[in-house]
């Protein structure tokens, strides 16, 4: 049971560029989010499912995409890779039954954008 | 709004009791976590509590929630080394059906000194 795995570990994109971070859950879970991390702050919801092929965003969107084909897989999509994105990346997952709900994260990706 | 708050540092003797502190301004609030952030990794679920609670006690964890002022506190009794880490605080509305989204503090680091 390896629980929630992001790919890669770190990645350095040219201004434009365009990546998908790869994130797998092995845990049977409806709900997958994404959040961002930058230095010192805490983290931002980029978008979230809760289901395959139901998606929606988060509190910061713009400049990203996903999909969810699958109950295992949330990918996320940079198209225009810019210096603002150079982050930290998470993914989670849970089962969101709601009551006190763990949100498992994965190792986290870190991106940077030059 | 939505806006969690925390300290941003503090620095405890490997030994001794550590508080960490958190303020929140949703009143809708249902569930209150605390969260363990080691360097390099992902965030780890330490306790949570419910919003209908005032204390909850695990091993040497305490949280003490105030729901009329709005705050909640992490206590480490007994603190060690390996607790050496970032704490967030998190905030989750009722789960009405849709995903359980999170919002999270800016993160209290943590420095046990022998």
């Known amino acids: 049971n390896a629980g929630v795995t992001q790919t890669p570990k770190f990645r350095i994109l040219k201004i434009g560029q365009s990546m998908t971070l790869q994130c797998t859950q092995d845990?049977?879970?409806?709900?997958m989010y994404w959040y961002r991390q930058d230095p010192g702050m805490g983290l931002k919801l980029i978008y979230y499912?809760?289901?395959?092929?139901?998606?929606d965003k988060g509190e910061v969107p713009n400049g990203y995409n996903v999909s969810r084909s699958t109950t295992e897989d949330f990918p996320l999509r940079l198209e225009l890779a810019a210096p603002s994105q150079t982050s930290v990346y998470f993914c989670?997952?849970?089962?969101?039954?709601?009551?006190?709900?763990?949100?498992?994260f994965g190792p986290g990706t870190r991106l940077l954008v030059l | 709004g939505e806006d969690v708050e925390q300290s941003l540092f503090l620095s405890v003797r490997e030994g001794d009791s550590s508080v960490i502190n958190c303020t929140y301004t949703d009143s809708s609030s249902t569930y209150l976590y605390w969260y363990k952030q080691e360097p390099g990794a992902g965030l780890q679920l330490l306790t949570y509590?419910?919003?209908?609670?005032d204390m909850k006690q695990d091993q040497r964890l305490t949280v003490l929630l105030n729901k009329k002022d709005k705050h909640l506190s992490l206590r480490i009794a007994d603190t060690q080394t390996g607790d050496s880490a970032i704490y967030f605080c998190?905030?989750?509305?009722?789960?009405?059906?849709?995903?359980?989204?999170?919002?999270f503090g800016t993160g209290t680091r943590l420095q046990v000194t022998l």
């Open positions: 499912s809760v289901g395959a092929g139901i998606t």
């Open positions: 998190a905030e989750s509305i009722s789960n009405t059906g849709t995903a359980s989204k999170l919002t």
């Open positions: 509590i419910f919003s209908n609670m």
């Open positions: 989670a997952s849970t089962d969101g039954s709601g009551r006190g709900e763990t949100q498992y």
């Open positions: 845990m049977n879970h409806n709900y």
